[in-house]
């Protein structure tokens, strides 16, 4: 969902919701990387932030309104994987 803080904060009309990821992403280093402990880890961070955020409903839209090209050019990692299937 950090990959995707702006397209999640259209979603649900939050633009103070897209900040708090952005800084976030930039203080991680990357999208991926937001996940330095349980205590904080993004699901924990989302909804502190956004106590209404529903992970099955929100997300997808969010992740759908990204758009797959651009999820994998934020986050090299998850790029990685289908590209070392084949």
């Known amino acids: ?4 803080a702006a397209e999640l904060g259209a979603c649900v ?6 900040a708090r990821l952005a800084s ?9 990387l937001v996940n330095d ?3 904080t880890a993004p699901s924990k ?5 956004y106590p209404g ?5 929100d997300g997808p ?4 309104e990204l758009g797959v090209a651009a999820l994998r050019a934020k986050c090299p990692h ?7 299937l084949v």
Do not use: C, Q, S
Request: no cysteine.
């Open 1 to 4: 969902m950090f990959a995707a």
């Open 53 to 57: 955020y529903v992970k099955t409903l």
């Open 78 to 84: 998850l790029d990685g994987w289908p590209t070392g």
């Open 61 to 64: 839209l969010a992740i759908a």
């Open 24 to 32: 976030d992403t930039d203080a991680a280093g990357g999208p991926e």
């Open 37 to 39: 402990d349980p205590r």
């Open 45 to 49: 961070r989302l909804l502190r932030y």
């Open 13 to 18: 009309d939050d633009d103070h919701l897209v």
